[in-house]
């Protein structure tokens, strides 16, 4: 492949930017919001599909293929990419958080993490350089370094080691990674909601240099304040001509407002996992489509959603379909809520472009104040 990563700002709002990202597998609108394809899927969805909604990357889970089917099984079939038949940019997390979430015995030492599978208690180890191994193997276009994160909340002494030891990991991945032409490998920012970890963190980071930056640590439970809070300041300490991605996030408003603060680029498993439980992300907020009142509904799930599941089918048979545990439940749901997201991305590039941010978040508050349609 030829081509070099690298990254655009475009137009400003505010501390909103909106650019592209160009990698050798083809650009990335930012700001972006990644569908997840943990176990090398979006769950009921094919790719094309999602590519349909808008999505232009997808991102992978580490710990997950590491452990089924295996980093050097996806290798031999040709990369995660071909393996999975998405040909475009795929972004893979480091394993770290996964690993400190999901495996039992974990064992946590300056080399790295040894844990049990949670599949069928095979013993593993993590270290930053068997990240960026497994992550070659897959192929990633976007590289994130292996680093630890401390579930909050947790005192400043024990985010403090926390980080300073992500600080020594990133320096680790950084050797490992090497020279690869047209992959990017990304540092990870902790310091947890700690205004000066968080800058010492920047600041060890950016000494190292990496292709861009996460804020990492949030969306573990410290709640939509004490995140915007971590917010308003953080993104200032990276540099301006990297991409920003804030890792796990999240709710439509949480993304909104990180876009307003700074942020490039989100993931989150929320409008899949959701989908496969009846919720439907809308204009007008959260519906659940459990909920008896759609039973006899004929009207779309959103009148302005050209999804699928809102072209074709009515509140009614969404109802119907999902109590009725029919996988095509899963798949309309899904799809209506990636494509409310791509949407969501869309209406804020533009704005960001136009230079109206303010009232583009306007109308989305708006929007979800008013609430849900009026039942039939
Ligand atoms: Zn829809």
């Known amino acids: 492949m030829d081509g070099k990563f690298g990254f655009t700002v475009q137009a400003r709002d505010g501390q ?38 808008g999505a232009d990357i997808l991102l992978g889970n580490t710990y997950h293929l590491m452990l089924r089917p295996t980093a050097e099984r996806i290798a031999a079939l040709g990369g995660l990419h071909r393996f999975m038949n998405w040909d475009r940019p795929i972004l893979t997390d480091s394993g770290g ?50 680093d630890e994160c401390p579930a909050l909340p947790a005192t400043d002494a024990v985010v403090a080691a926390s980080m300073q030891l992500s600080m020594r990991w990133a320096q680790r991945s950084r050797d490992a990674f090497g020279d690869r032409p047209g992959h990017a ?3 990870i920012m902790q310091g947890g909601v700690n205004r000066d970890l968080r800058e010492e963190s920047a ?11 996460a804020v990492g640590g949030l969306a573990v439970g410290e709640g939509q304040e004490a995140m915007f809070g971590v917010l308003d300041y953080a993104p200032g300490f990276l540099p301006e001509d990297r991409p920003r991605y804030l890792m796990g996030v999240g709710k439509p408003d949480d993304i909104v407002g990180a876009v307003e603060r700074g942020i490039d680029m989100m993931d ?21 489509l459990r909920n008896a009142r759609h039973k006899d509904d004929p009207r779309p799930l959103d009148a302005e959603c ?3 599941a809102c072209r074709s089918y009515s509140r009614s048979y969404l109802h119907h379909v999902i109590k009725a545990d029919e996988i095509i439940g899963s798949m309309l749901l ?21 230079g109206r941010l303010a009232e583009f978040v306007a109308g989305f508050h708006a929007g979800r104040a008013a609430g849900d349609i009026e039942p039939v």
Not at 134 to 140: D, N, P, T
Not at 272 to 284: D, I
């Open 306 to 308: 050209a999804c699928p």
């Open 268 to 288: 989150c498993v929320l409008p899949s996992r959701s989908g496969r439980t009846g919720q439907g992300w809308t204009r007008g907020g959260q519906v659940n």
């Open 97 to 146: 958080f996964q690993v400190m979430s999901l495996a039992s015995l974990r064992k946590l030492t300056e080399e790295g993490v040894r844990f049990s599978s949670h599949i069928d208690g095979s013993k593993h180890m993590l270290t930053p350089e068997r990240s960026m191994e497994i992550q070659r193997l897959l192929g990633s276009d976007i590289v994130m370094c292996f």
């Open 185 to 187: 490998l990304f540092g």
């Open 334 to 354: 899904t799809w209506h809520n990636l494509q409310y997201y791509q949407d969501l991305m869309d209406g804020l590039r533009g704005a960001v472009a136009a």
């Open 16 to 53: 909103a930017r909106q650019g592209v990202i160009s990698t050798p597998r083809g650009e990335i609108r930012t700001p972006a919001f990644m569908p997840v394809g943990t176990a090398a899927t979006v769950k009921a969805m094919m790719p094309e599909s999602v590519r349909a909604t």
């Open 203 to 213: 600041a060890a980071l950016t000494g190292i240099g990496f292709d861009g930056y």
